[in-house]
């Protein structure tokens, strides 16, 4: 098997480390970046990339990065917009571009590195097992690592499903999209009762009737709620025209 890894999440974390290291032990940043002093944080994602296929005994190792531009600009404009103009941690291009020259890496233009992840796994399912400490990508059937929790997950696809239409009626702050008005986890988890358990067609088809339900019984209607759909979508192999180098935007069709 291969490891895919969200190399986001994990160039982000050492370059905050080093933020963060930085802060304690200077007085008064001039911005200027010392290699020699950042060396540990090179070495510690390289380490954790070879620890992640220790753990998981997988053969090759693939860093996903997120590409230039995104299509779920062009579904909901304001899609992690509460990040834009925030600066970047000063060692976080220096990362990325040692994960380029280090490890074998991808992006493709307008996907996040989760997509890419998640086109690969349900592309050439049982061949990938995926690295991450998001949970957006339980979205996706197949196998899981969480380094964090150093912990291995066999995701159905029922359970994928169920994810995605949560998460559609939760939101998520952190991107910028909103979900259903006033529907939180618990209430997202009363309206989706005992979809997991089923993976029939009908089953999917009820699942998006109670979305929509759920949504106009807020004064929204079915666009709306299609159109979180479309930003809360992790995409899959079904969900992308390779001719077309372009996502197909999901529908419940």
């Known amino acids: 098997m291969d490891l895919l890894i969200d190399a986001d999440i994990l160039a982000c974390q050492f370059a905050y480390a080093y933020e963060g290291s930085r802060s304690r032990t200077t007085d008064g940043d001039d911005g200027d970046l010392d290699i020699d002093d950042a060396e540990w944080a090179i070495r510690g994602f390289d380490s954790a990339v070879e620890r992640m296929v220790s753990e998981t005994g997988t053969e090759n190792v693939l860093l996903c990065f997120t590409g230039k531009g995104n299509f779920r600009h062009s579904v909901l404009p304001t899609y992690k917009s509460n990040r834009r103009g925030k600066p970047k941690p000063v060692l976080l291009d220096t990362l990325i571009e040692h994960a380029w020259d280090s490890w074998d890496c991808k992006e493709v233009d307008c996907l996040e590195a989760d997509d890419i992840m998640g086109i690969l796994a349900t592309r050439s399912p049982g061949r990938h097992i995926m690295a991450t400490i998001d949970k957006d990508l339980k979205q996706i059937p197949g196998i899981h690592y969480n380094w964090k929790k150093e912990q291995i997950k066999d995701i159905e696809p029922c359970e994928a499903d169920y994810w995605f ?89």
């Not at 998460?167 to 209430?187: H, M, W």
């Open 165 to 253: 239409y949560f998460q559609v009626l939760t939101g998520d702050s952190t991107d910028g999209y909103g979900g259903c008005p006033g529907i939180g986890v618990a209430r997202a988890g009363k309206v989706l009762k005992g979809f997991s358990k089923g993976a029939a067609k009908d089953a999917t088809d009820h699942a998006w009737a109670k979305v929509v339900r759920t949504f106009e019984s807020r004064g929204l209607t079915e666009e709306d709620a299609l159109v979180q759909a479309r930003v809360a979508r992790i995409l899959r192999v079904d969900d992308y025209d390779f001719e077309e180098r372009q996502p197909i935007l999901w529908s419940p069709d």
